[in-house]
Structures are given as structure tokens and as C-alpha cells.
């Protein structure tokens, strides 16, 4: 199986910051690489796909990109709404694998 | 607006079964893998199983290979999950969601909790 990481677990900023959270795989997965933000008691969203893309409806303040099998997602300046879990998630092969998530926190 | 709408879940006790569905309106189904995602209280995202447009071909997780079946009926827009011999480990919230570009999830259900516990 292919093994996700992600640095940091948790993350505090302040509004107007800008914050990268990196994501690792274990083995190259091309840019079959998404980003997800979850609220509490939500459903995760997507933000990005296939490393780089912005999915529709998304501020283009979320930046997605890659280098190698290093993966990393740049909010250019949080809003309040922003405070969530972040996930990154594999789709190259079966069993699809998500990494553990950054908490992002005032 | 989109929705994905899971029902079904609920407090079952070990070995016994449920069966999850999910409606899908106002977004191409027939088109688009469906997939299902579960979410340990507190913990992170599992991918559990996922389904060709068709139906004919299914993935599933080591986790519940065997146990859970993945099914679909394009009809009627709905994708279902079939869950035997369920196991305290397998309490958490599950969410359908579609498989877009390059099987990313673009979509996801509210979910719906199924707790097992005697």
C-alpha cells in the first residue's frame, strides 16, 4: 500500500497568514494527488486535484504543487473560514490511502 | 444544489449486518465510479470500496474484503453498501462520495453513522 504523510499534524496561524502543509507518498503516484478540508461534523470538501488543479468553487488563495513524490498544498492568506483539517489523499492505485491530516487552528 | 444522500446506518451488534444507500440528485451518476469513504470518531479518512460505472468491477479495502459488498443501481441514481459481519472496528461515519478526474472524490454525502457495539 502506498503510505501518505503530512507535516505538520497541527498548524496555528492567524487570519492574513500564509501557511504550506506538506504531504509525502511512499512511492511515485504521478499527480494523482488531492487536498481535502474538513469542518467538524462535515464531510471533507475538495480543493485541489490531481496536484495542481483547483476544483470548481474553490478561492484560488489554495494553491496545489508538486515536486517529485512531495506534495504541497499554500492557502496565500486565511480567512477565518479556512480554520479546518486538511487531508491529502492518493488515487494512483488501490487501496486509495489518505494521510493522517493537519489541523489548522487560530 | 448537489446532493449525495446516505441512510441506513444505525447501532448493530457484532456479526450482525446493515446496508447502507446512497441517492445521488443534481449530478451525473451513471457516468462517474462511486466510492465509500468511513470515518473513525476523531481519527482519519479510510477508502473502503469503490465501483465501475457498470457495476462489473469493484475494489475494496483489505479491512472488509469479504464481509462488505459495493453495488449500484444507475436507475436510480443510487450506489449502496452492503455490510456483514460487522466488527467493533468498523464503527465510524461512512460517506459515499463520486469519483471525478483521476478518481479524486469530488463529491461527498453528509454521512452516516453506524456504531457496533453489544
Known amino acids: 500500500d502506498i503510505q501518505m504523510t503530512q507535516s505538520p499534524s497541527s498548524l496555528s496561524a492567524s487570519v492574513g497568514d500564509r501557511v504550506t502543509i506538506t504531504c509525502r507518498a511512499s512511492?511515485?503516484?504521478?499527480?494523482?494527488l488531492a487536498w481535502y478540508q474538513q469542518k467538524p461534523g462535515k464531510a471533507p470538501k475538495l480543493l485541489i486535484y490531481a496536484a495542481s488543479s483547483l476544483h470548481s468553487g474553490v478561492p484560488s488563495r489554495f494553491r496545489g504543487s508538486a515536486s517529485g513524490t512531495d506534495f504541497t498544498l499554500t492557502v496565500s492568506s486565511l480567512q477565518p473560514e479556512d480554520f479546518a483539517t486538511y487531508y491529502c489523499?492518493?488515487?494512483?492505485?488501490?487501496?486509495?490511502?489518505f494521510g493522517p491530516g493537519t489541523k489548522l487552528d487560530i | 444544489q448537489v446532493q449525495l444522500v446516505e441512510s441506513g446506518g444505525g447501532l448493530v451488534r457484532p456479526g450482525g449486518s446493515l446496508r447502507l444507500s446512497c441517492e445521488v440528485s443534481r449530478l451525473s451518476f451513471s457516468d462517474y465510479y462511486m466510492g465509500w469513504i468511513r470515518q473513525t470518531p476523531g481519527e482519519g479518512l479510510e477508502w473502503i470500496s469503490y465501483?465501475?460505472?457498470?457495476?462489473?468491477?469493484?475494489y475494496y479495502a483489505d479491512s472488509v474484503k469479504g464481509r462488505f459488498t459495493i453495488s449500484r443501481d444507475n436507475a436510480n441514481n443510487s450506489l449502496y453498501l452492503q455490510m456483514n459481519s460487522l466488527r467493533a472496528e468498523d464503527t465510524a461515519v461512512y460517506y459515499c462520495a463520486r469519483a471525478g478526474y483521476h478518481s479524486t472524490f469530488d463529491y461527498w454525502g453528509q454521512g452516516t453513522l453506524v456504531t457496533v457495539s453489544s
Open positions: 465501483i465501475s460505472t457498470t457495476g462489473t468491477t469493484e
Open positions: 489523499q492518493q488515487s494512483y492505485d488501490t487501496p486509495f490511502t
Open positions: 512511492q511515485s503516484i504521478g499527480t494523482y
